[in-house]
């Protein structure tokens, strides 16, 4: 385990999952613990690779919604953009 992650992570992957509860912070409003324990719920026990993972093609925000939103109907989740997400019901 690393820090409050209960997860293995390299010091690559560790700065990156932090990203993603910085983001998570910055852009929903919740808490460090919150957002701490949203990663936990999704990726205790995965078996992340060392940096860099699969996941880091994409940037830490594309997680960050994934962990705070449900996708819609159609399995789609906001981005934060008011054009791309004006058709998503995040209700």
Not at 10 to 22: C, H, K, N, T, W
Not at 58 to 81: I, K, M, V
Request: charged share 25%.
């Amino acid at each position: 385990m690393t820090e409050k992650f209960l997860m293995r992570l390299d010091e690559g992957m560790l700065a990156y999952f932090r990203g993603i509860v910085s983001e998570m912070v910055a852009r929903f409003g919740i808490s460090p613990a919150e957002a701490v324990a949203r990663v936990n719920e999704r990726y205790q026990g995965a078996d992340i690779s060392p940096w860099p993972d699969l996941m880091c093609h994409e940037l830490p925000e594309y997680w960050a919604y994934g962990l705070y939103y449900f996708p819609d109907g159609d399995g789609r989740l906001p981005t934060g953009s008011e054009d791309d997400d004006e058709g998503i019901d995040v209700a």
